[in-house]
């Protein structure tokens, strides 16, 4: 049974970071791409970033790019978001989602629940 279970989120100030860790379990972690996305209130769910399986390509949206970083570790069956620099248009649900890597990445139907961030003084 394929699980993603998303933690770590919280509340932060603007500036501030945080580290979103997803865990997975139910199928061969090593062998998919994984992925965050992201939605707040009233918009789309988008993109954040995506990286392959072994950790030799990644992708990033363009509001996140230079400020936080993909990483997974096969071992652990974990993939995590590190978030810095955050700012109040960072606020949304995010979530951890399965995929796999053609010419980028593509997600399946897989999802984590979300975790909630929020970036306010």
């Known amino acids: 049974q394929v699980q993603l279970v998303d933690s770590g989120g919280g509340l932060v100030q603007p500036g501030g970071s945080l580290r979103l860790s997803c865990a997975a379990s139910g199928f061969i972690f090593a062998n998919y791409a994984m992925s965050w996305y992201r939605q707040a209130p009233g918009k789309e769910r988008e993109l954040v970033a995506a990286i392959s399986a072994g950790s030799i390509r990644t992708k990033y949206g363009d509001s996140v790019k230079g400020r936080f970083i993909i990483s997974r570790d096969n071992t652990k069956k974990t993939v995590d978001l590190q978030m810095n620099s955050l700012k109040p248009e960072d606020t949304a649900v995010y979530y951890c989602?399965?995929?796999?890597?053609?010419?980028?990445?593509?997600?399946?139907?897989?999802w984590g629940q979300g975790t909630q961030v929020t970036v306010s003084s």
């Open positions: 989602r399965r995929g796999r890597w053609g010419d980028w990445f593509q997600g399946d139907n897989y």
